[in-house]
Structures are given as C-alpha cells and as structure tokens.
C-alpha cells in the first residue's frame, strides 16, 4: 500500500505521471503494490486526483481526510493516539 498527502494540487501532468506509475505498480494480482490511499483536507485537491487517477486506470484508490487517518490509526492502536 502506498500512501500519498496532498496538501497542495500538482500540476495536472505531474498528478497523471504519479497516478499512472501507481496503477502499473497495482495493476496485477502480484503487483507490489495492492493500492493508494491519498490523504488530503480539499475537496479541489481530491476531485483532482480522482479525476486523474481514473483516466490512468488507477482503481485501487482510497481518498481519506486526515482526521479519518489519525481516528483509524488511534483505533489500530487501541486509543492512545493524541
């Protein structure tokens, strides 16, 4: 799994390179890679990275907000994060 933070949006050939590189990683059974989680707080960045990830073919994408990140991994270690 690999895990991008977008705080600002890339130029849009930028995100398509990454986006693409990601789905030739993920793209078969053994693949080294089994997904992306691209953490970000926009709604603009995260609309733009869906929208290029989709035209590289790149389907195993989770966007989550970074509140959701600390909750899941406070939960993971039973609540004693912040």
Do not use: F, H
């Amino acid at each position: 799994m690999a895990i991008e933070v977008e705080l600002q949006p890339k130029t849009a050939a930028r995100l398509r390179g990454i986006c693409w590189m990601y789905a030739q990683l993920s793209e078969d059974d053994d693949a080294p890679l089994n997904g992306v989680i691209y953490v970000t707080e926009r709604d603009d960045v995260a609309r733009l990275v869906k929208r290029n990830a989709e035209s590289m073919g790149l389907d195993s994408l989770s966007m989550r907000t970074l509140d959701t990140v600390i909750r899941q991994t406070s939960e993971a270690a039973g609540g004693s994060c912040r």
